[in-house]
């Protein structure tokens, strides 16, 4: 037996699944597994479970590890795709113990736990960020990273969308952004255009230019992608390869942040101003349901501000009337 058997299995489940999951998603579960078989390997050599082997893992091998993962207090969707990816590997391998863990084990789902709504960044952070894109340096690595940024806060672009955009998905004239390839898009992803607001404008148009120079110089390869990579084949960036150009971004305003947060905080300036229905078409939403639950119900401190201000409107009204009956009352003539 291999001395690695868990990603040796893993390995041929996903040969497999190689066009039925998603671009997207297939390499996401497949570092997955690589997580789940370094782990899970560091238990075997402890002498914590009997074996690495998902066609020979025990009930008990797999109870230990789901309760080591659920221990580091993942969240419920997490959670629910660490079981989902354990589970449809070994049924792969014919081996029932993670059912069978789960049947015995129900907390382990964590059933009707709902996460909460995961924050966008801060307001004055926004107002920060977009306050220096007008400073960024000339040099290649600050424009990237800002144009990059700054677009996907300026229009909720989700990663997989952004990295495979082509440098003619944007139109300067109208300053739009042409997403073509959206986030599930054999099924239920639907094409979309997104407005670009003046505030990205310049640091996008600076971009472009320097990226011209970039792929003359640089670039054997001919390549499209609006954030090119001169480490792939096909010239677009790898997921990878975006994070690390938005680290610098991060250590440069002083705060951590990923690319939801981007598309969260897009969701929530735009909930805080607009209807949910105009909100979800935006972010590319199949409905209002998901915009709601994940992105774009209006913040605590609009709405509050928005009920105080119809108090007040309603107070003042009434303070009107009772004012102008006064005054009737108090010009009527005697014993009228």
């Known amino acids: ?48 479970i009997s074996s690495s082997s998902p066609q020979k893992m025990t009930e008990e091998d797999v109870l230990f590890f789901l309760s080591y993962r659920k221990a580091k207090k993942l969240s419920h969707s997490e959670m629910a795709k660490e079981i989902a990816a354990m589970n449809h590997l070994f049924q792969f391998c014919g081996n029932p113990a993670v059912s069978v863990v789960l049947s015995k084990n129900p907390l382990l789902r964590s059933k009707g736990f709902k996460d909460p709504r995961l924050p966008p960044l801060e307001d004055d952070v926004r107002k920060d960020l977009i306050s220096r ?43 739009d952004l042409d997403i073509r390839r ?13 407005p670009i607001p003046p505030y990205a404008k310049s640091i996008l148009t600076r971009y472009l230019k320097a990226r ?35 680290l610098l971004v991060e250590s440069e305003i002083g705060v951590e942040f990923d690319f939801r947060t981007c598309r969260r905080t897009c969701g929530q300036y735009l909930a805080d101003r607009l209807e949910i229905e105009d909100v979800s078409v935006n972010l590319g939403h199949s409905s209002t349901r998901t915009t709601e639950r994940y992105y774009g119900r209006r913040s605590k401190k609009i709405s509050s501000a928005r009920v105080r201000a119809l108090y007040e409107e309603e107070f003042d009204s009434q303070t009107s009337e009772k004012s102008i009956q006064k005054g009737k009352e108090s010009s009527a003539p005697d014993g009228i």
């Open 182 to 194: 959206p986030k599930g898009v054999d099924t239920y992803g639907e094409p979309r255009t997104v």
């Open 1 to 48: 037996m291999a001395r690695y058997p868990y990603m040796e299995f893993a390995d041929q489940y996903m040969q497999i699944m190689r066009g039925v999951y998603s671009e997207h998603t297939w390499p996401v579960v497949y570092r997955r597994y690589k997580r789940q078989a370094r782990e899970i390997n560091e238990f075997r050599d402890q002498k914590k």
């Open 212 to 246: 011209s120079i970039f792929m003359k110089e640089h670039l054997d390869i001919d390549t499209k992608a609006l954030f090119p990579s001169y480490q792939s084949d096909d010239g677009y960036m790898s997921y990878n390869g975006l994070r690390q150009v938005r």
């Open 133 to 175: 894109l007008d400073q960024v340096p000339d040099d290649w690595s600050h424009l990237r990273a800002y144009a990059l940024v700054a677009l996907c806060i300026s229009t909720g672009v989700r990663p997989v969308e952004v990295r495979y955009a082509d440098v003619n998905d944007i139109y300067t004239d109208t300053w």
